[in-house]
């Protein structure tokens, strides 16, 4: 009877694991008509990271069409851009490069200081280009999302959702389909620099065909792909995964789930509208620092000077040789955002 009874527990308890390590956001869908084909917390907020840059690049891609600027307009390094952390190009200040190659080192290199110089180009200034990223989201009815730079470095006060990255994967694709070459390349040239992607489903997922990656600690590993077979075409956003390894591997399976059940997906999928709006257990985003890159280093304390003429011979004097000790190796930065 008890050995029934402990049986059962174990059962019990292995049943309940898959719901205790239950897996982050995630959604496939089809971008031409909507049709979404698995959501996984579409809702929970979710810092973009580098996914930020799609915003960036859409932003920019209107201020073409509508003229503002041209592929040659000069993106120019300044104090402001040339001070963010990588990943970045490093261009001296004052130096510059075209608009066209600049939108081609964000999607491929996710380079911060050049998101950074677009803005200023564009917008005027970062913080009117910020507004006008906010505005384009409301357009394109991402509720759940809030723009606090153009690139995705850490900031409390932006964040997303898996379903509304895929109103704006959706909108770059259908607005603006004579710039899908950009979101497929796996490198840009830039001077004798040759700068390679992040994505590296490009390059290993058959007939995937773009869109961009992030990676903050608080994020974790993001990444929205996009991959075309046989004339179908679909999109997957992955969210918070632990490594690039994880995250890819996710992402491949759920686009060849989706591409195997094309056909009964479409027929009964719902649409990114139609799809439930899940009730989020938190109003900030989740924060991964802890499991993705670990706990914030602890910040040492300075240790109080003592006054030479405060201390007495007697008391201090040395009797055995002094032994110089190496620097503290600092900690790594993981404010990365790519």
């Avoid at 991402?142 to 964040?159: C, I, K, R, S, V």
């Avoid at 959702?161 to 070459?181: G, K, N, Y």
């Avoid at 789930?257 to 989020?280: P, V």
């Avoid at 002094?322 to 900690?331: D, G, N, S, Y």
């Amino acid at each position: 009877m008890l050995r029934r009874a402990f049986l059962s527990i174990l059962v019990g308890v292995a049943l309940l694991v898959p719901s205790i390590a239950t897996a982050s956001p995630a959604l496939v869908f089809e971008p031409y008509n909507g049709t979404v084909f698995y959501a996984e917390d579409p809702d929970a907020r979710w810092f973009p990271a580098s996914l930020t840059k799609l915003m960036t690049a859409y932003v920019t891609f209107h201020a073409l069409r509508d003229g503002e600027v041209t592929p040659e307009t000069k993106v120019i390094s300044t104090k402001n851009a040339s001070t963010q952390p990588p990943t970045k190009l490093g261009l001296p200040v004052g130096k510059h490069i075209t608009l066209e190659t600049a939108i081609k080192v964000i999607i491929v290199k996710s380079a911060n200081d050049v998101a950074v110089m677009v803005a200023e180009t564009v917008g005027g200034s970062e913080e009117a280009f910020i507004e006008r990223m906010n505005k384009a989201a409301k357009r394109l009815g991402m509720t759940n999302t809030q723009f606090a730079n153009p690139h995705g470095l850490p900031n409390e006060h932006q964040f997303t959702t898996a379903r509304d990255l895929a109103r704006l994967a959706r909108a770059i694709i259908i607005e603006f389909p004579e710039h899908a070459d950009i979101f497929r390349q796996t490198h840009v040239q830039v001077g004798k620099k040759r700068l390679r992607t992040h994505n590296g489903l490009l390059i290993s997922f058959p007939g995937a065909d773009g869109m961009k990656t992030g990676f903050i600690c608080d994020s974790g590993f993001n990444i929205v792909v996009s991959a075309t077979r046989n004339g179908r075409k679909l999109v997957a956003i992955v969210l918070g995964e632990p490594s690039t390894r994880t995250r890819n591997a996710r992402a491949a399976k759920l686009l060849e789930n989706g591409f195997k059940r094309y056909f009964w997906k479409s027929l009964f999928g719902t649409s990114l509208d139609g799809l439930a709006m899940q009730a989020s257990l938190s109003e900030e985003p989740a924060h991964l620092r802890a499991v993705i890159c670990g706990p914030r280093p602890k910040k040492r304390r300075k240790r109080k000077r003592t006054r030479k003429s405060d201390i007495s011979p007697e008391l201090y004097e040395l009797r055995t040789p002094v032994i110089m000790l190496a620097e503290t190796p600092t900690a790594p930065n993981f404010s990365t955002a790519n």
